[in-house]
């Protein structure tokens, strides 16, 4: 399927979906005193659909693909905290959030590996999966 925006894309979809619900996260009154991995945590989630939009943008399907790579670091980044928060005493009562937040992230990279895939094999840039 052709895109013509970013904004289309649902990958670019389930990015921000994932940053929205990250944000309503670390207002939890659990995350005060984690400032540090609290803005981490905001700024990876931000910088999965960021990168998303700005390689979607640049046109060439070398540099779409790069920001790919980059969105995909992203996610991991993410993940990691996240189960890092998994091992904290003090987040128990948020265990349920936070396995959702890392399938979530888990799908978004999964998105990402397969478009990535994709554009080595076909190198169309405005064509995406959609899962």
Same mark, same amino acid.
């Given at each position: 399927?052709?895109?013509?925006? @970013?904004?289309?894309?649902?990958?670019?979809?389930?990015?921000?979906?994932?940053?929205?619900?990250?944000?309503?996260?670390?207002?939890?009154?659990?995350?005060?005193?984690?400032?540090?991995?609290?803005?981490?945590?905001?700024?990876?989630?931000? @910088?999965?659909?960021?990168?998303?939009?700005?390689?979607?943008?640049?046109?060439?399907?070398?540099?779409?693909?790069?920001?790919?790579?980059?969105?995909?670091?992203?996610?991991?980044?993410?993940?990691?905290?996240?189960?890092?928060?998994?091992?904290?005493?003090?987040?128990?009562?948020?265990?349920?959030?936070?396995?959702?937040?890392?399938?979530?992230?888990?799908?978004?990279?999964?998105?990402?590996? @397969?478009?990535?895939?994709?554009?080595?094999?076909?190198?169309?840039?405005?064509?995406?999966?959609?899962?």
């Amino acid at each position: 399927m052709k895109y013509e925006r @970013s904004e289309d894309l649902p990958v670019w979809k389930a990015a921000i979906d994932l940053a929205v619900q990250i944000f309503t996260l670390t207002t939890k009154p659990t995350f005060r005193g984690c400032g540090d991995l609290k803005n981490q945590m905001e700024r990876s989630s931000l @910088s999965i659909s960021k990168n998303i939009a700005e390689g979607f943008e640049r046109g060439a399907t070398q540099e779409l693909l790069s920001f790919i790579y980059i969105a995909r670091g992203s996610a991991g980044e993410l993940r990691s905290m996240l189960l890092f928060l998994e091992r904290l005493l003090n987040f128990d009562d948020l265990k349920s959030e936070i396995s959702n937040l890392k399938f979530l992230a888990e799908n978004v990279s999964r998105q990402l590996r @397969s478009w990535a895939d994709s554009l080595q094999k076909h190198g169309h840039q405005r064509t995406a999966i959609s899962h």
